[in-house]
């Protein structure tokens, strides 16, 4: 697969896990595209908030159901489902992060990541 295939379907999988994010309502999403960066272990973080644990869990259902429906793509490894308060759904190329908004302030991935190119999503209403 040649790099500018691989460099698509990465966007194509990171659009549609917005989708899945947006069908829910998620709060202040957040794509780094990490491509540049040499250190990186994925091409994208997609990030996002709920409003509660609740949400949270319900954000990550949705993510999954969606791109499983529009895709036929699977995480690989999904962590934090058990608290909700941060569920990590690791598509290899894409890595989804669903926060509870308290705990996204606690651990700023977007500043840890700081050197990745930004797109900040507008909520939807």
Known sequence: ????????????????IVEGMQETKAQNIVILDLREITTAVCDYFVICSGESTTQVDGISSTVMR???????????????????????????????????????????LEDLWADAVRTDVPNLD
């Not at 990590?88 to 651990?107: G, I, N, P």
Request: glycine share 2%; net charge negative.
């Open 1 to 16: 697969m040649s790099k500018q295939t691989k460099d698509n379907d990465s966007k194509i999988l990171c659009d549609t």
């Open 66 to 108: 969606h791109t499983r429906q529009e895709l036929s793509e699977k995480p690989w490894s999904i962590e934090g489902k058990n608290t909700s308060e941060w569920i990590l759904m690791d598509y290899v190329s894409v890595v989804a992060h669903v926060f509870y908004k308290e705990t996204r302030e606690f651990y700023d």
